[in-house]
């Protein structure tokens, strides 16, 4: 048998794929619901990639009062570095979509993130402050010793905390024990 050359197509996986057959029992309203997430979370990341481009080489968006607009110019405006992984395993990493570290005018250090949320899923600080705690983590931080401003930007408004350092603490715990005990199963697996 000669088979079709789909070369193009290597890697990647069809909406309606055989590994995701779930899909077979859709109507139509959940079909459509499923698709239009898709298509939200690829125009997510596309967003994402825009946003970082423009931060990268300095150049600010209109300020027309949207979502993205508040998000590029704050990281500019802060001199924030954008899509930057904080890395503490190969178990434990994740990527902050703007992160700076600077002196302030008190002379304590500033840890700020921002985070860019385009979609409508339920959005957390939880995220937020993992990454705090994989930037102590990886860069040997006491989060004692510093401020950290959270910002997360989503549907036209920035919604801030400032999280007591015992909260990013408790993250910096955990992460070694965690990883340690995927070791251990991946040993127990010989993965």
């Known amino acids: 048998m000669n088979f079709r050359d789909h070369s193009d197509f290597e890697g990647k996986h069809a909406f309606l794929g055989a590994s995701t057959y779930s899909w077979i029992r859709y109507d139509i309203d959940k079909l459509t619901s499923r ?8 125009r997510g990341t596309r967003l994402h990639a825009l946003a970082c481009e423009h931060i990268k080489l300095r150049i600010p968006l209109a300020e027309d009062g949207s979502t993205l607009s508040l998000y590029v110019n704050d990281a500019i405006s802060y001199k924030l570095t954008p899509e930057q992984i904080l890395f503490y395993s190969p178990n434990c990493f994740g990527t902050a979509d703007a992160i700076g570290y600077y002196p302030s005018e008190t002379g304590r250090y500033v840890l700020r993130i ?14 937020l402050r993992i990454y705090a705690a994989l930037f102590c983590l990886e860069y040997c931080v006491n989060p004692e010793d510093i401020d950290i401003v959270l910002r997360i930007y989503k549907d036209g408004e920035r919604i801030e905390l400032e999280p007591e350092p015992i909260e990013i603490r408790a993250i910096m715990d955990i992460i070694p024990v965690f990883d340690q005990r995927i070791e251990q199963i991946r040993q127990e697996a010989g993965l």
Not at 35 to 42: F, L, S, W
Not at 114 to 127: E, F, N, P, V
């Open 114 to 127: 921002h985070d860019l949320k385009t979609g409508a899923t339920k959005c957390s600080m939880d995220q």
């Open 35 to 42: 698709y239009r997430n898709e298509a939200a979370k690829e």
